[in-house]
């Protein structure tokens, strides 16, 4: 029997049944029904939930007004979504960290600098640039004041660092020439 809901179908029918192929039959046939009734009842709940959300990732998007592309990936689908659900309310220094941690799943800091009329985004625990930057962009420009500028700061492998894990210089160009690029500043 391969169905878990009739092997556990089996387990109320009276004993001597469990001997019965045609009545194994009918319970493994009705249990993989049931299987699939729940298995589908989880995954409508999962739709529920941006961090579990695959198919319903249009529905969200729909309702919030972001442009759907299913040609991204499902993460940072829901990274817009998810930001753009944090992203609603005032506009405060901790809700522009919040939008930009949720697209970068990492430790952001966002820093204001009041003389220039602008405010930082670091990027700290991540290396290089996010994937979904423009996304972040995007979204940051829709919630940020008008009259403030931003800047996006981050974090790259220093040599110092490089030194400090084995990897050589031309360990890390060959690794560049099967990762493509990659950016390295000597950053103190």
Do not use: C
Not at 3 to 13: A, I, R
Not at 107 to 127: A, G, L, P, Q, Y
Not at 141 to 167: C, M, N, R
């Amino acid at each position: 029997m391969i169905s878990t809901h009739g092997k556990e179908m089996m387990t109320y029918l009276p004993g001597y049944y469990s001997t019965s192929r045609i009545m194994s039959s009918i319970m493994d046939v009705q249990g993989g029904e049931l299987d699939k009734l729940w298995q589908a009842m989880d995954s409508t709940l999962d739709q529920y939930f941006v961090s579990t959300a695959t198919w319903g990732l249009d529905l969200w998007e729909q309702e919030l007004g972001i442009p759907t592309d299913p040609a991204k990936p499902t993460d940072q689908r829901r990274s817009v979504i998810l930001s753009k659900i944090r992203g609603i309310g005032t506009v405060t220094v901790s809700l522009i960290k919040n939008v930009a941690e949720a697209y970068d799943g990492g430790t952001v800091n966002v820093t204001v600098k009041s003389e220039t009329h602008t405010f930082i985004v670091k990027f700290i625990s991540s290396r290089g640039i996010p994937p979904n930057l423009d996304d972040l962009k995007e979204v940051i420009e829709q919630i940020k004041p008008a009259h403030l500028a931003v800047e996006y700061s981050f974090t790259y492998l220093s040599f110092g660092e490089l030194d400090s894990t084995g990897i050589t210089y031309g360990g890390i160009e060959s690794m560049g020439k099967h990762f493509g690029e990659l950016e390295i500043w000597d950053i103190p």
